[in-house]
């Protein structure tokens, strides 16, 4: 008898300011449409977890995606799975039969994933925000190691300079 353990990768995607700034006023601070590209390009055909807010702020269901929100509350919405807790939407997309799921905000799911991740993308985009709310958790970057770095500019489509990284446990 062959045993499978199946393994997926836990991973938070963010864009961040100088001083870890995620939003305000339930918007994004910024309009970055090279990192809005790679966004759909990393979660299409995978599992995204927010919270309540974070999908209330996109306004419906990202498609191509299957879309899990955490929330203490009633959400009726079509193509939409939810759960209680962090932990519950990460085996709802183990269940789903994912190899890498992808956590999208808010603040509060990435305090609690901080713990659980493999992998973060961070956009640190190179701009101080003051009508920021909400804040990424401190991250002790000692724990990673970046794999990857791409340079985007302040052009027509991107409001200021940012940096991609991704980041892996080490």
């Known amino acids: 008898m062959e045993i499978r353990f199946e393994i997926m990768r836990i991973s ?14 339930n918007q994004l601070l910024w309009k970055l449409s090279d990192d809005l590209k790679m966004f759909k390009q990393l979660t299409m055909g995978h599992c995204i977890v927010m919270g309540r807010k974070t999908f209330e702020s996109i306004g419906k269901p990202l498609p191509g995606r299957k879309n899990i929100v955490v929330t203490s509350g009633m959400l009726d ?79 027509d489509k991107n409001e200021f300079d940012f940096e991609f990284r991704l980041y892996e446990r080490k």
């Open 77 to 155: 919405v079509e193509d939409v799975y939810t759960t209680t807790d962090l932990n519950h939407g990460i085996e709802m997309a183990r269940g789903l039969g994912e190899d890498e799921v992808f956590i999208i905000g808010g603040a509060q799911l990435f305090n609690y994933a901080m713990d659980l991740a493999d992998r973060m993308y961070i956009s640190h985009v190179d701009g101080v925000f003051e009508d920021a709310d909400v804040f990424l958790p401190a991250i002790d970057y000692s724990e990673w190691e970046i794999k990857e770095t791409r340079k985007f500019f302040n052009n």
């Open 12 to 25: 938070i995607l963010a864009a961040i300011g100088k001083n870890n700034e995620l939003g305000g006023n």
